[in-house]
């Protein structure tokens, strides 16, 4: 059986038509949508020589035996937020259907080749993300919280997930699945509209980017707006109006896809008669390189008080979260990047700003690398997420030419 990658393409819309409806897909995790979806995968890879078995996370895992026991491994998730779109997560998986069919056609590879189904990568219904994956990483460490979330409708964490077989205190038993595992590959739609922009259907994936998010306050004195003469004045917003256009400065000096967002402003008292006197920004910085995410952290910090200090108002910062830049394998992104020219004539490697279950792999020290194709209008998570379907195409192709090198570079030890 050659590689057929129209099918991928109907499957896909075959998966649509199961499992969305009007306002988009509805794959939510530990739901019955879902279990459909799983089911469903069950079936389209029945007739092939493997393996099938569910881990202690949930995650899905087929596997086609080799002559080698080392394993290179081929991911993506089937969960979808609500009203989401048919590609996200999806993709990978379908993809890797048609990959293994066609491995599984050309006899016993010379490595282990395994499919995996990572659940609950989007923790749509508890605010979880990567739930399997970073069990199956061995980075899960958050069981104390987890066993106390709930969904909107009040069912706990540890009842929906248990409704499908999995106990959230041996969840991280999901790590001996990595044990041999000599490589990761995914596939995934950009989600953003680099490669669009560039006319391009495909790229290579350098890492996700590192984060820094925190909220800095301004403290000022709450005067009245009618009495107060503008010299006079404590404005606690001065100083973050001032900080917000100085971390577009920041970022554009620092470069190389640097991004930073002040995404809210609180004030206080907030009212129009008054100088206002607490500004409670929130700041989200990113970067792939922590040098760079650490010298844009320092810049803003360092600005920060120097414009309290002129608009004679006080500054602190505090972390909400923060993670390091997670790097793909260097081997395997120039295998990503052959791939990719041999289908598609140029490739282009880019960061991604998302983070994904392919970070959670590399982590726990897999070589890894995912590749992306283009997504239209950079649109995701909304019904309106699409990819022409010839860039779909091309990026199953992608897909097995990268697993085929991998499998090769493996094999040869
Ligand atoms: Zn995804």
Redesign the pocket.
């Known amino acids: 059986m050659p590689l057929d990658p129209k099918r991928t393409v109907a499957e896909l819309r075959e998966l649509q038509e199961l499992t969305g409806n009007a306002d988009g897909a509805q794959r939510v995790a530990w739901t019955e949508t879902w279990e459909r979806a799983r089911g469903w995968l069950r079936e389209k890879l029945g007739g092939l020589p493997l393996e099938e078995e569910i881990d202690q996370a949930g995650n899905q895992w087929w596997t086609l035996r080799g002559a080698s026991d080392r394993a290179v491994l081929i991911g993506g998730?089937i969960d979808s937020v609500p009203n989401g779109g048919w590609l996200?997560?999806a993709l990978n998986v379908v993809a890797g259907v048609e990959v293994l069919r066609r491995l599984a056609e050309d006899g016993s590879p010379a490595t282990t080749v395994r499919l995996v189904n990572w659940a609950d990568?989007?923790g749509a219904r508890f605010g979880r993300s990567l739930f399997g994956s970073s069990a199956a990483a061995g980075s899960m460490a958050d069981q104390d919280e987890l066993r106390e979330r709930r969904d909107a409708e009040g069912v706990s964490l540890p009842d929906a997930v248990g409704a499908y077989d999995v106990e959230l205190d041996g969840a991280l038993e999901a790590r001996s699945q990595l044990e041999g595992a000599a490589a990761y590959l995914e596939l995934?739609i950009e989600q953003g509209p680099v490669l669009e922009a560039l006319g391009l259907p495909l790229g290579v994936v350098l890492g996700t980017f590192g984060v820094e998010r925190h909220q800095v306050t301004f403290r000022g004195q709450a005067a009245h707006a009618g009495s107060t003469p503008m010299d006079k004045r404590r404005d606690a917003l001065a100083g973050a109006a001032r900080l917000e256009l100085e971390i577009r400065e920041i970022a554009s000096r620092v470069g190389d896809g640097a991004v930073c967002t002040m995404g809210g402003v609180v004030t206080r008292p907030g009212i129009v008669t008054s100088v206002v006197e607490t500004a409670e920004c929130l700041l989200d910085q990113r970067h792939l390189d922590a040098a760079k995410l650490a010298e844009m952290l320092s810049n803003a910090e360092a600005a920060s008080r120097r414009f309290a200090q002129e608009e004679d108002v006080e500054v602190e910062w505090e972390r909400i979260w923060s993670i390091e830049p997670i790097l793909f394998d260097e081997g395997l992104i120039s295998l990503a990047d052959e791939a990719i020219r041999e289908v598609a004539g140029e490739s282009h490697r880019l960061p991604s700003g998302p983070l994904?279950d392919a970070a959670e792999v590399s982590r726990a020290g897999v070589p890894t690398v995912m590749l992306f194709v283009q997504s239209l209008r950079g649109l995701s998570h909304t019904k309106l997420e699409d990819t022409k379907e010839e860039h779909l195409e091309l990026s199953v192709q992608a897909l097995d030419r990268l697993a085929a090198k991998t499998i090769a570079r493996v094999a040869a030890g």
Do not use: A, P, Q
């Open positions: 998730h996200d997560g990568e989007e995934h994904h």
